[in-house]
């Protein structure tokens, strides 16, 4: 999507080899403009699915998410972070490891939210090693319900999350993909296709 | 705002004489179509102001938010919640007591996304002992930035945050603004002024 990487070759940050920060548009500031747009393209693109909900995970899944959900005319649920849950018995969950916070997290939802009738589209603002989106996976299908892809709005293309989640047979929809940020560089995969 | 009211009546769930859950269309299941009402409800009330940015706390103030920096046209930013904060250099922080959950959290903005040359809204999905609220204008007046006024998607009014924010001077604008949740019966002002 050329606005997105547009806004994040002007204004990510790079902090290492690994690591680009976005602050300032997706995960603490937040463009709604941006967020409309990444909504039309996520409509777009999941239109044909039948979708009835999209999970998301709290906090900077909700934006995006709430721009696709107005496109398509679906409610959204963001599931909660915890450090760990009490109480499990109205709740579907999963452990989510991050890798960056190298902490790990329960996340939960409802159960009342979700049944065997959803189809559901995941949506998440990073793909890195896929724990995020594993978890929602995981949590959707406790439900029952059916997965009708993963949309993301930045996926690091050199991290393994894709490839796995891509093997695991999900349709994986990214609207921009790094390729790599070393030397201080975004090369988006596009561009580096291009550039072989 | 009606529409609110509405949704509230039907889907509210009263769980004591004091708390109120909205949890299936406001605080953890979504619903973008009554999000961008209420977006356009804030901005309606608001746009006169000469608002440069929308201030709100993860994870339920950013829906609301994100419709009315939509119609605004201006950037929201997400004050991040943790137990406790180290590493403060970079950020403007407050405490915030929840005496719902009985735990002190902190929030924080970094710096560099406010000035003194911003005129902030906050939003908070809601109010109750308006400790969230003065959270957020405490940081906001770290920044040495002027408050256009606090939206709110649902005050409590039988509890004390709005006549305290109100007392301070600040212009608080709810969307909608619960009386009594007694006897099992969500009573809204408007209702109660009209019952006497």
């Given at each position: 999507m050329d606005l997105l990487i547009e806004t994040i070759k002007q204004e990510g940050i790079i902090l290492s080899d690994s690591v680009l920060k976005?602050?300032?548009?997706?995960?603490?500031?937040?463009d709604p403009q941006l967020m409309l747009e990444m909504g039309k393209e996520f409509a777009k693109r999941?239109?044909?699915?039948?979708?009835t909900k999209i999970v998301t995970l709290e906090s900077s899944g909700i934006a995006p998410s709430i721009m696709t959900g107005l496109q398509l005319d679906i409610p959204v649920i963001f599931a909660r972070k915890k450090k760990s849950l009490t109480l499990v018995n109205e709740l579907l969950t999963a452990k989510v490891y991050s890798f960056t916070k190298q902490e790990s997290n329960d996340i939960s939802v409802a159960?009342?939210?979700?049944?065997?009738n959803d189809h559901i589209l995941i949506i998440d603002d990073f793909l890195a090693n896929g724990q995020a989106a594993l978890g929602l996976a995981e949590i959707v299908k406790q439900a029952n319900a059916s997965i009708a892809g993963i949309g993301i709005v930045?996926?690091?293309?050199?991290?393994?999350g894709g490839a796995k989640l891509r093997e695991l047979g999900y349709r994986v929809e990214s609207l921009a993909t790094i390729h790599s940020l070393k030397n201080g560089e975004i090369i988006f995969k596009e561009e580096a296709r291009g550039a072989i």
């Open positions: 976005v602050d300032s548009f997706l995960n603490h500031q937040i999941f239109k044909e699915e039948g979708i159960k009342k939210f979700l049944n065997e930045i996926e690091k293309g050199f991290q393994n």
